[in-house]
């Protein structure tokens, strides 16, 4: 069994840790606890790896991206891949979610829509809140219909530094 990789970088907002199989994003965030972050890699995945997660400074490519999108290059992540496990709707919405330009947001509502199911507002927030991948799959991207910010996994404030770091005028 493979051993999984992790690297935690310093950023402007906080610790951002990575779990990675090779170059492959399995979980990310804003924390600095591998632990935090090992439940959202669903247990498919999970069971193909030995228990440990070996911490490295950094992880090459994957590394890169996280250091230059908190430097100011908002398109860095989009080029790392991502693996995430879970049902259809969940997928399409991952998916979907990657393909929501920086300094652009969708509403729950249209998260729905772009997955192909448009009243099913409540599972596009579901997969924003089970999303493993965060930077890489940028649910911070996604609002509610009145424009207020909605959730977030690793706190508002977080949220909302993402948003001005993507909308520095507004």
Not at 32 to 49: G, I, S
Not at 81 to 106: C, D, F, N, Y
Request: aromatic share 8%; with cysteine.
């Amino acid at each position: 069994m493979k051993n999984l990789a992790s690297t935690t970088h310093q950023t402007p907002v906080g610790p951002f840790t990575v779990i990675v199989d090779d170059d492959v994003v399995l979980a990310s965030g804003w924390t600095a606890d591998v632990n935090r972050l090992l439940p959202y890699v669903h247990t498919a995945v999970r069971r193909e790896f030995a228990d440990e997660v070996r911490g490295y400074d950094e992880l090459g490519q994957v590394s890169k991206a996280v250091l230059a999108f908190h430097d100011g290059d908002l398109t860095a992540p989009d080029a790392i891949p991502v693996r995430q496990a879970g049902s259809e709707l969940l997928s399409a919405a991952w998916k979907q979610l990657r393909t929501v330009p920086a300094g652009t947001t969708v509403s729950y509502r249209e998260l729905a829509t772009l997955s192909g199911k448009p009243m099913a507002v409540r599972a596009a927030a579901s997969a924003c809140a089970r999303n493993a991948a965060a930077l890489f799959v940028p649910c911070h991207r996604v609002i509610r219909t009145d424009g207020s910010l909605g959730g977030f996994g690793y706190g508002l404030d977080v949220k909302r530094w993402l948003l001005r770091h993507e909308f520095p005028e507004g």
